[in-house]
């Protein structure tokens, strides 16, 4: 009994990084440090002068034993992760899923809501798939091969030009098709590679499963549910409904274009009659595809551990036997059939388009009806965040299939003209590119002009936070000027919706000039007023110029990143805001790493506290703070009563309770704050991160404290000699205010008894309380040591 008494005394404060990850030599303060359980993706270190700490609580008189949890590299590992790039309009649509606003009583309404976002998820990987053919199949196999002065300037496809193959086998239309079709189909398997694989590491993650205890309430937050973070059937539902529809996509494609020839009068009947089969095949399989996606959403009262096999393994093999199919009709001996034009591309991205704008009006609608249930100020766009953002993935979407599909054109065919090009539609969105470059030039003016107002305003308010301290116009100049910018933060909101409309509205105006044209801007302007003419060709030409030019920037710094792990490490920084969240709408968006960081964060908590009854406060920096929230919800409500919350530098508020509110809204915030035994939070006017809690009532006072000071001292002093640096999002732990906050949990955090008898449950020493310390091997360092 006395070993565990001894424990009874010993707190623990774990830390948690925020963005861009950390050290945790730099997290603990100390160069000698051991990882005590984890592995080298994500791990928990002490000093390692600490790692029997439970059994020496003298040692610290009274202060807490510092852990930290290092989970950088479950965002920004290794080269590979620069491919995640290619997946950012799916990521970006998987965060619409999440910005439903907060309801009450919808439940038809909110399920809506998901479908809705999940079928804009489907179109994307359609559009992905269709500009992968088109560049492939089209422009390509179609157009270059089929254009003997394109093919004799690339003669890597003298096999297939029937000019300079004299007529060979794989020189008729179909046979070029077929064989270009490997390329949108390999596509297609990566992505269900990549997805397949990431499943495996992070929906697989087993949270902490414990039964719903009589007096826990899930109903404000549905990041408290068992099953949250465990996603793995849904997953592999969307997985396999995506791979079937990039398949079925391919397959559409080389059957359209055998059907086209085989449709016309006087035709091959037979194979009239194959394409007929072949086009009701793909219908079907699209229809089928559909029903998954929409048939079931997530499941997080409980961990779903049932897997739909059949439907996982069979769907995606059947529309691969359809592509095999398509593939032997499009390559059938078809006398007379030669190439010309263009592919019927211009239908295939128009209808797409025209869908997604459907699908994103039809979601505000909802979003709109939603939002009205349970009124938010704070949420940001009045609950039309969700819409707002599935528009700009839409967007990122078509930019990207235009950018690739345009550059792949300029490449073949060079400035001689000699190939039709891409379809008419993607050079109309490529000329909308200069119209939305005015308005964001014409919002990042009026951001300016905001900042310098700002600016002006806070100066007074510098001076009165520093007072008797020697005027320094410069300095308080400068410290304004932070302030200023940082508040430019919660702008946010305005911005996106600017550009969201601006964006729906072009694409609209792209789509009707396109198909009711039938011609690029510049054919369709020909008889129009000159001004009217010149103003269409600088489009035209100037939207080609920046897509490409886009499209090249985009493809070099993921090839930077690769190579460079600075670089990479600030693509880990988008993806530590991107993928928290859990993929709901995309199975081929970026892993969620939350499924992996909060099932360890809980597990660590539950058994520490647990195994010796202690008291644990769990301290979140950035997104760390994020993480911190999100794992004592997880707990049940009996541990979670004997954890303080220290959060600083915090976005739980500014970003997530605006942009995510029915899962970060005031009314989860303040069931956090109820359930917690205690919560502080700091932060300062600076940060353009961080911001205050606003918790209503008696409660606000309670968490947040008064903004810190930045910088900690006004020019020189006698305590601070040398001028203090402005430290804005970083260094929390440097104010003193950090230890004050610190102190004042662990006062009130009383120790209990320990849920294990005598002793039972603590590892033998040294090591820590329920987790065995993990030494390293012969001739091996143990990790974090110098």
Not at 59 to 64: A, L, V
Not at 293 to 316: F, I, K, M, N, Y
Not at 462 to 489: E, F, H, K, M, Q
Request: glycine residues 10%.
């Amino acid at each position: 009994m006395r070993t565990v008494e001894r424990a009874q005394t010993t707190a623990l404060e774990l830390l948690v990084h925020g963005v861009g990850g950390a050290t945790p030599e730099h997290m603990l303060g100390d160069p000698r440090t051991e990882r005590i359980t984890g592995d080298d993706t994500a791990a928990i270190f002490r000093r390692a002068d600490d790692v029997d700490a439970e059994r020496r609580p003298g040692d610290h008189q009274g202060k807490p034993v510092p852990e930290a949890y290092v989970w950088c590299n479950l965002t920004s590992g290794n080269g590979t992760r620069a491919l995640w790039l290619l997946l950012l309009p799916f990521m970006v649509v998987n965060l619409a899923h999440w910005m439903r606003p907060t309801a009450h009583g919808r439940r038809r309404t909110v399920r809506l809501y998901g479908l809705l976002v999940r079928l804009t998820g489907l179109t994307l990987t359609v559009l992905l798939v269709a500009a992968a053919c088109e560049v492939a199949l089209d422009l390509t196999a179609w157009q270059c091969a089929g254009t003997p002065a394109c093919a004799q300037r690339h003669s890597w496809l003298g096999f297939l030009s029937p000019a300079a193959s004299a007529g060979g086998w794989w020189s008729r239309p179909g046979r070029r098709l077929a064989l270009a079709a490997l390329v949108p189909a390999a596509l297609t398997g990566l992505l269900w590679y990549l997805s397949l694989r990431t499943w495996t590491a992070y929906e697989s993650t087993e949270p902490l499963d414990r039964p719903v205890e009589p007096d826990e309430a899930t109903g404000r937050t549905a990041l408290s549910r068992p099953g949250f973070w465990y996603g793995r059937r849904l997953v592999a539902r969307l997985r396999a409904a995506h791979t079937a529809a990039g398949l079925l996509t391919v397959a559409a494609a080389l059957a359209g274009a055998g059907a086209r020839f085989d449709h016309r009068p006087g035709g091959p009947a037979v194979l009239d009659l194959l394409g007929r089969l072949l086009e009701g095949a793909v219908a079907a399989g699209a229809a089928t595809v559909v029903w998954v996606v929409c048939r079931r959403g997530r499941s997080e009262r409980r961990p779903d551990r049932t897997l739909d096999a059949r439907l996982v393994g069979w769907l995606p093999l059947a529309a691969l036997l359809v592509l095999l199919a398509a593939a032997v009709y499009a390559g059938w001996e078809r006398p007379g059939w030669q190439s010309s034009g263009r592919l019927p591309g211009n239908v295939t991205f128009g209808g797409i388009t025209l869908v997604q704008g459907l699908l994103v009006v039809v979601l505000a609608v909802v979003a709109r009806l939603l939002h009205r249930t349970r009124p938010d100020r704070r949420a940001a766009m009045r609950g039309l965040g969700g819409p707002a953002v599935a528009m700009l993935a839409c967007a990122l979407g078509g930019v990207m299939s235009g950018g690739v599909s345009q550059r792949v054109a300029d490449w073949l065919d060079g400035t001689r003209a000699s190939l039709p090009g891409p379809p008419v539609l993607l050079t109309w969105q490529a000329s909308v590119i200069p119209p939305m470059l005015v308005v964001v030039l014409a919002v990042c003016a009026w951001l300016a002009h905001r900042a310098w107002r700002l600016r002006r305003a806070e100066m007074p308010a510098v001076a009165r936070d520093y007072p008797g301290a020697a005027g320094d116009t410069v300095l308080t100049r400068r410290i304004a000027t932070v302030r200023a910018l940082a508040s430019l933060t919660d702008r946010g909101p305005r911005i996106v919706a600017i550009t969201s409309v601006t964006t729906l509205l072009l694409g609209a105006a792209a789509l009707v000039g396109a198909l009711g044209s039938g011609r690029t801007p510049v054919g369709a302007a020909r008889h129009a007023h000159p001004f009217v003419q010149g103003a269409a060709e600088t489009a035209q030409a100037l939207g080609s110029w920046l897509i490409g030019l886009g499209f090249l920037l985009f493809v070099t710094w993921g090839r930077r990143a690769y190579k460079d792990p600075s670089a990479r490490r600030t693509i880990g920084i988008l993806w530590d805001v991107g993928t928290f969240w859990p993929r709901a709408a995309h199975p081929f968006a970026p892993p969620c790493y939350a499924e992996r960081a909060v099932p360890d964060l809980t597990w660590r908590m539950a058994t520490w506290t647990r195994a010796t009854g202690g008291r644990l406060v769990i301290s979140g920096h950035s997104q760390g703070s994020v993480l911190a929230a999100a794992a004592a919800w997880q707990l049940p409500p009996s541990a979670r009563r004997r954890v303080a919350l220290l959060t600083y530098g915090s976005p739980l508020e500014r970003l997530y309770g605006r942009w995510f509110p029915a899962h970060f809204g005031p009314a989860a915030l303040a069931s956090l704050h109820e359930d917690v035994d205690r919560w502080r939070n700091l932060y300062r006017l600076t940060d353009p991160i961080g911001g205050p809690m606003r918790l209503t009532g008696d409660s606000g006072p309670e968490v947040d404290r008064a903004p810190l000071k930045d910088p900690l001292s006004y020019g020189r002093t006698a305590l601070h000699p040398l001028p203090a640096p402005i430290l804005g999002h970083s260094d929390y732990q440097a104010d003193p205010a950090f230890a004050e906050a610190r102190r004042e949990l662990l006062a009130r955090l009383r120790p209990s008894e320990p849920a294990v008898p005598d002793g039972a449950g603590l590892p033998e020493a040294p090591g820590a309380p329920g987790v065995p310390t993990q030494r390293p091997q012969d001739g091996e360092r143990a990790p974090g040591s110098p």
